[in-house]
């Protein structure tokens, strides 16, 4: 299996446009998480879906964020308008089953100026 | 929510020398995993510990749940071993996992 496939590998974009960042899970998983990593606050998990569906999306920052899994094979996490303090590495993981072992995606690095 | 402490935050060795990094939690979970992230930033499985006692090559770990906390084993540390180790818990009651801050591992030739 391909693993966890993120895209893009990294994103620069200007403070106030949308950022689109994909995941594509690694197939026959039903659990997709998103995290954010950032030296100030480290690993933080922003939401995640079981079977499709969001089941806790907590951890999502603001409501300029916004995250979908329109099928099993993908996700998106959205950000719309991005500013600076957007900037982070963006990971997406899977897994088989709600509570089980967790395998990322190589991440995003998103740089908002 | 769950706190997750991990010590030491920072450690040097020399390579060939053996190291123990330790995760406690605060509450009871269903779920504990060890990573090592590499200095291109991957997050890399080591273990899916939630009880007992792994080994895979050089790395070992124990989980004693009753106790809250998990350890981790280094022998015969490799330069290619340094790098930030994080542990990651489910909690009991929810399917989310929360980090700990790392231990940032530095192996010198």
């Known amino acids: 299996d391909a693993g966890v496939i993120q895209s893009p590998r990294h994103e620069v974009t200007e403070m106030g446009q949308e950022v689109t960042l994909r995941c594509k899970p690694i197939?026959?998983?039903?659990?997709l998480f998103w995290y954010r990593q950032t030296m100030m606050r480290g690993l933080e998990l922003l939401i995640y879906f079981n079977n499709n569906v969001p089941i806790d999306d907590s951890g999502m920052p603001e409501d300029r964020f916004s995250a979908k899994m329109p099928n099993a094979s993908f996700s998106t996490l959205k950000i719309q308008p991005s500013e600076p303090r957007d900037s982070a590495v963006y990971f997406c993981?899977?897994?088989?089953?709600?509570?089980?072992?967790?395998?990322f995606g190589p991440g995003t690095r998103l740089t908002v100026t | 929510g769950i706190q997750v402490e991990q010590s030491p935050p920072d450690l040097i060795l020399q390579e060939g020398a053996n190291s123990t990094l330790r995760c406690n939690f605060s509450?009871?979970?269903?779920?504990l995993q060890w990573f090592h992230q590499n200095p291109w930033g991957q997050l890399i499985n080591l273990f899916y510990i939630p009880s007992g006692t792994k080994q895979n090559g050089r790395l070992s770990a124990t989980t004693v749940a009753t106790e809250r906390y998990s350890l981790l084993y280094i022998s015969s540390s490799q330069t290619t071993d340094s790098g930030v180790y994080f542990c990651a818990v489910e909690p009991g009651n929810a399917g989310k996992s929360t980090f700990g801050d790392g231990t940032t591992l530095t192996v010198k030739p």
């Open positions: 197939s026959g998983h039903n659990s």
């Open positions: 993981a899977s897994t088989q089953q709600a509570y089980g072992e967790q395998y």
């Open positions: 509450d009871s979970v269903n779920n």
